[in-house]
C-alpha cells in the first residue's frame, strides 16, 4: 500500500492538463481546456479539464475524475499503478507498507505481465550491450544501420541469444512464473511442458504501450535461411492488442501535437531511422494492416497524417482501399514516394535530415488525387476501367464527412478525369443516399437485447427523483460545505457539519450518494471538513464518478452574460438559508413521501383491526410531520 503522505506528494505535483495533454490534444477555453474524447469517437470535442478543480469531464462517456482517475481509464491502470506513473512522472520516490512491497508475484494479472516484459527488455538490452554474441552479432547490425547508442538507448534494442533457453532460464531463475512467460509470448512450452525462447538469435524491438511501459517485442531473425520468417512479433496478450498500438507513438507523440502533423511509416528500422534524423513526429503500424483504432489514436493528436511509402508499386495498390478509413475518420491524409526502391529508412540516411525534409515538402500529395493518379495510370485508355476509377474515386470521396472538403476534391478530380463536376456530385449524392438507407435498414432490423428482469419497490421516476435529491445533497456538501453559516444568528458552525446533524435521521437510496455521506459524516468525527479535492482522488471509483458529475458542467456562462442578454441568472449563494434548508427538507418530505405511501398499502393489504388502528395512528403522526416540513419549507423559499 502506497503511503498517504507519498499520496498526498504525488497529487501536490501533478498538474492534470499537462498530464491529460500527453494524451489528448487540449485547447485553452476559458478557465478550462477542452479536447476530442479519447474514450468515444467524436468529431466535435466534449471533453473538458477545469484545471482549477483538477478534474476532467468527458461528456460524451460519461467519464471524470483526476489525473489518476484518467489513466484509471485511459490505460486500465490499477489504482496503485496510476499513481506510479504519475511519481515516475514528477520524480517522487514511492513509499510503500512492507505488506504490500513490489515482488515477482504482483497481485494483479495485468501487473505481472507488465512486470515480464520490463525484465525482458532489460534482459535483451543487457544481452546486446554486455554479451560477446550480443555485441558481435546484434549491436554490429543496428551499428551497420547507423543507429547510435542515444537511439539503442532510448528505444532499448535488444539482442535474443541464439540459445533455447537464455532468457526463459534466466527469467525461472529470477523468479517469474512460467505462465506469465508463456502469455507474454517470451517462452514457448513444448510438449512435454518445458520452456524455450520464442526469439533465439534476433535482434528485439520493443514496443511500448501509450504510457511507456514495454508490452510486447518485435524480434528480427538476421539469417539468410528463407524457412526463418523475417520477423517474429509478440502474440495477443491481456496488455497488448497489435491493433490498437502504433511503434513508437510513446516516443512520438509530444512532437506529433507541436507539429500538428504525423508521418506513418511500415517498420521499426524506418520509425528509428526518421526519428534519429531529428523528425520525431513518427510512428508504425508495424507490419500490420493500418487499423480504425490506430488512427483514432493519431487524431487525438493531430488531424493530419502523412504516409511515407517505399515506393513499391503493389504494395501502393494493396493499400489504397484500406487508406479510406482514414478519411472516414476525418483526417487530411496526404502520400509521398521515394525515389529508386528506397524506403525512408535508406532515403534519411542517405541524403540526411534537410534533404529528407524537403522531398516531403516537394512532394507531398492529397491521397485523393494521388489514389486518381495511380489508378488512371493503371486504366489506361481502357473506357471501362477508367469508369470503374472514377467509382472507386467518388466512393472514397463519399467517405469524407466535412462536405467542403468533399466538394474541393469533386472539383479537382473532375478536372484530372475530365467529367463533368455535376455528374460526379450526382454520383456522390446517390452513394451517400444508399449508405444512409443501408444504416437506416440497419438500426430498423436490429435486433433488440432482452432487458434485464428488473424489480423496482416504487416507480422509476419516483426513484430518480430521490436520487436526483440525494445527489443535490451531496453537490452542496462539496460546494459550501466549509462555509459558515449566516442565518438565524447561528455562529461559528460550518454548513457541513449542520447538513450532516439534519439528515441524521435520513436513510440514504442511491449507493453512491449513501457512501458519500457516511465517508463525509466520518470525517466530521474526526474533526475534519472534507472538500472537494477528498472525493475527486478518493479510490472509490463510483464516488470519484459522482463528485466529478455534479461539480462539472459543460457550459459556463461568459462574463459579460448580463450585459449582452439582459437576463438574471438565480444565485443560488443570495439565499444561502433557502438553499440548505431548502434542500435538506424537500428530501426529508419525499422520504415521509414514501413512507405514507407504504403505509397506505399496508392498510389497504390489512383486515386485522388492531393493525390497522396501529397503522392509522403512524399514518397521522407522518401526515403532521409532512404538513410541518410543508409549512415549514414555505416559510423558508417565500421569505
Known amino acids: 500500500m502506497i503511503l498517504k503522505s507519498t499520496i498526498d506528494r504525488i497529487m501536490e505535483a501533478t498538474d492534470i492538463v499537462e498530464v491529460i495533454g500527453e494524451f489528448v490534444q487540449l485547447k485553452k477555453r476559458g478557465a478550462n481546456f477542452v479536447g476530442l474524447s479519447p474514450f468515444a469517437n467524436e468529431r466535435t470535442p466534449s471533453f473538458t479539464v477545469s484545471p482549477a478543480k483538477g478534474i476532467f469531464k468527458d461528456f460524451s462517456s460519461g467519464k471524470g475524475g483526476s489525473a489518476v482517475t484518467f489513466l484509471m481509464e485511459l490505460e486500465k491502470f490499477t489504482y496503485p499503478e496510476a499513481l506510479k506513473w504519475l511519481a515516475k512522472k514528477y520524480g517522487i520516490e514511492v513509499e510503500e507498507t512492507v505488506e504490500a512491497a513490489e515482488n515477482k508475484e504482483e497481485e494483479h494479472r495485468r501487473e505481472s505481465l507488465m512486470i515480464v516484459t520490463g525484465y525482458a527488455a532489460k534482459f535483451f538490452h543487457g544481452s546486446l550491450l554486455n554479451t560477446d554474441e550480443g555485441t558481435a552479432i546484434g549491436l554490429s547490425y543496428f551499428k551497420e544501420r547507423g543507429f547510435t547508442n542515444e537511439t539503442i538507448t532510448k528505444f532499448e534494442l535488444g539482442y535474443s541469444p541464439d540459445q533455447w533457453e537464455a532468457f526463459t532460464g534466466s527469467a525461472i531463475k529470477e523468479g517469474y512464473q512460467e505462465e506469465f512467460l508463456v502469455e507474454s509470448g517470451l517462452s514457448v512450452k513444448r510438449d512435454n511442458g518445458n520452456l524455450y525462447d520464442r526469439y ?39 496488455i497488448y492488442h497489435k491493433s490498437n498500438v502504433l511503434y513508437g507513438l510513446y516516443f512520438a507523440k509530444k512532437a506529433i501535437r507541436e507539429e500538428d502533423n504525423c ?11 526518421v526519428h534519429q534524423a531529428g523528425i520525431e513526429n513518427v510512428v508504425a503500424s508495424s507490419g500490420t494492416s493500418l487499423t480504425v483504432e490506430q488512427i483514432r489514436l493519431i487524431s487525438r493528436f493531430t488531424k493530419n497524417i502523412t504516409i511515407l511509402y517505399d515506393g513499391d508499386a503493389a504494395g501502393i495498390k494493396a493499400s489504397l482501399r484500406g487508406l479510406d478509413m482514414i478519411l472516414e475518420e476525418g483526417l487530411n491524409v496526404k502520400v509521398v514516394l521515394f525515389p529508386d526502391g528506397h524506403d525512408p529508412d535508406s532515403y534519411v540516411r542517405n541524403v540526411g535530415t534537410a534533404a529528407f525534409k524537403k522531398h516531403i515538402e516537394d512532394n507531398k500529395k492529397d491521397f485523393i488525387l494521388y489514389k486518381t493518379d495511380i489508378l488512371l495510370k493503371e486504366a489506361g485508355t481502357d473506357p471501362i476501367k477508367r469508369s470503374e476509377v472514377i467509382r472507386e474515386i467518388v466512393e472514397s470521396i463519399a467517405k469524407i464527412p466535412d462536405s467542403i472538403k468533399a466538394s474541393v476534391f469533386i472539383k479537382e478530380c473532375s478536372h484530372i478525369l475530365q467529367i463533368d463536376e455535376r455528374s460526379l456530385i450526382s454520383e456522390l449524392n446517390k452513394m451517400r443516399l444508399a449508405k444512409a438507407r443501408k444504416d437506416s435498414q440497419q438500426q430498423t432490423n436490429r435486433t433488440p437485447e432482452p432487458a434485464e428482469e428488473t424489480t423496482f419497490d416504487e416507480p422509476q421516476e419516483k426513484r430518480e427523483e430521490t436520487n436526483s435529491q440525494e445527489k443535490e ?151 403532521k410531520v409532512e404538513k410541518t416540513i410543508s409549512d415549514y419549507l414555505g416559510s423558508v423559499i417565500l421569505k
Not at 210 to 227: E, H, M, P, V, W
Not at 267 to 272: F, K, N, R, S
Not at 582 to 611: W, Y
Open 200 to 238: 533465439r538469435g534476433r535482434v528485439m524491438f520493443p514496443i511500448h504501450s501509450f504510457t511507456g511501459r514495454i508490452i510486447a517485442f518485435g524480434g528480427r531473425t538476421l539469417k539468410s535461411d528463407k524457412n526463418v520468417p523475417k520477423y517474429v512479433n509478440s502474440p495477443e496478450s491481456e
Open 263 to 273: 508521418y506513418l511509416v511500415e517498420g521499426y528500422a524506418d520509425v528509428l531511422s
Open 473 to 623: 445533497i451531496v453537490r452542496l456538501l462539496l460546494l459550501y460545505g466549509n462555509k459558515m453559516i449566516d442565518w438565524d444568528g447561528i455562529a461559528n458552525t460550518y454548513i457541513g457539519p449542520f447538513m450532516i446533524a439534519e439528515l441524521s435521521d435520513v436513510d440514504f437510496d442511491h449507493p453512491a450518494s449513501k457512501s458519500f455521506i457516511e465517508i463525509y459524516g466520518k470525517e466530521v468525527e474526526n474533526g475534519v471538513l472534507p472538500e472537494e479535492q477528498h472525493f475527486i482522488h478518493y479510490p472509490d471509483k463510483d464516488i470519484v464518478d459522482l463528485v466529478v458529475t455534479l461539480i462539472a458542467t459543460k457550459y459556463t456562462l461568459s462574463e459579460n452574460w448580463y450585459e449582452m442578454h439582459k437576463i438574471l441568472v438565480p444565485d443560488e449563494q443570495a439565499n444561502m438559508k433557502a438553499t440548505i434548508l431548502g434542500a435538506i427538507f424537500h428530501l426529508k418530505k419525499q422520504k415521509v413521501g414514501k413512507i405514507l405511501e407504504n403505509l397506505r398499502n399496508e392498510l389497504q393489504k390489512t383486515d386485522v383491526v388492531a393493525d390497522q388502528e396501529i397503522l392509522l395512528s403512524q399514518y397521522m403522526r407522518m401526515k
